[in-house]
């Protein structure tokens, strides 16, 4: 069974940073892409970030491009999004998403549960 | 950016109705337009992928449709578990984005 456990999240001030992580088992970790988005609340789904299988191609969307980092470690079946100079607009519920990549990449087929991020002074 | 449309925003249906969502791109997305369901306090889910796909587990009674710019989701008997929020998102190119999200209400 694919299982994808997010972790990390919590209050902070507007300009810290903080580090989430994304646990995945029930699949080969290493043959496919991830993903996160996220979600503030009351509002809609907006993807914030794709790394592929060997972390060579990386993309971010404009709204964190510069301010956040995703990585992964294949060995321990992990991916991370390391958040700086948060922002009170960071505020949401962040997903790490699977991408199947043989359907079509930018396609989420598993979900996480999410780990909400508070951005507020 | 590929923007996507959706509509209604909302809609109030019955168990048993026909239900039809609309989600308009932009510009051209070929096929690759995805939709998902979303409880409320839980994550997302995939129901339909690459235009028509119906992922693995999902019923028979969600179809898709639709190529280029305009694209339905239609759900042919609303059951109750069914009430939530449906979702579009592109896969054509990036950034990925996704629709304002339908939120289907029981009547």
């Known amino acids: 069974e694919v299982q994808l456990v997010e972790s990390g999240g919590g209050l902070v001030h507007p300009g810290g940073s903080l580090r989430l992580s994304c646990a995945a088992s029930?699949?080969?970790?290493?043959?496919?892409?991830m993903n996160w988005v996220r979600q503030a609340p009351g509002k809609g789904l907006e993807w914030i970030s794709y790394i592929d299988s060997p972390s060579q191609t990386i993309y971010y969307s404009d709204s964190v491009k510069g301010r956040f980092t995703t990585s992964r470690d294949n060995a321990k079946n992990s991916l991370f999004l390391q958040m700086n100079n948060l922002r009170d607009e960071d505020t949401a519920v962040y997903y790490c998403?699977?991408?199947?990549?043989?359907?079509?990449?930018?396609?989420?087929?598993?979900w996480g549960q999410g780990t909400p991020v508070t951005v507020s002074s | 950016d590929f923007q996507l449309t959706q509509s209604p925003s909302s809609l109030s249906a019955s168990v048993g109705d026909r239900v039809t969502i609309t989600c308009r791109a932009s510009q051209s997305i070929n096929r690759y337009l995805n939709w998902y369901q979303q409880k409320p306090g839980k994550a997302p889910k995939l129901l339909i992928y690459v235009g028509t796909g119906l992922q693995s587990g999902v019923p028979s009674r969600f179809i898709g449709s639709g190529s280029g710019t305009d694209f339905t989701l239609t759900i042919s008997s609303l059951q109750p578990e069914d009430f939530a929020t449906y979702y579009c998102q592109q896969s054509y190119g990036t950034p990925w984005t996704f629709g304002q999200g339908t939120k289907v209400e029981i009547k």
């Open positions: 998403a699977r991408d199947n990549w043989e359907i079509s990449v930018g396609t989420f087929d598993y």
């Open positions: 029930g699949f080969a970790f290493t043959s496919f892409g």
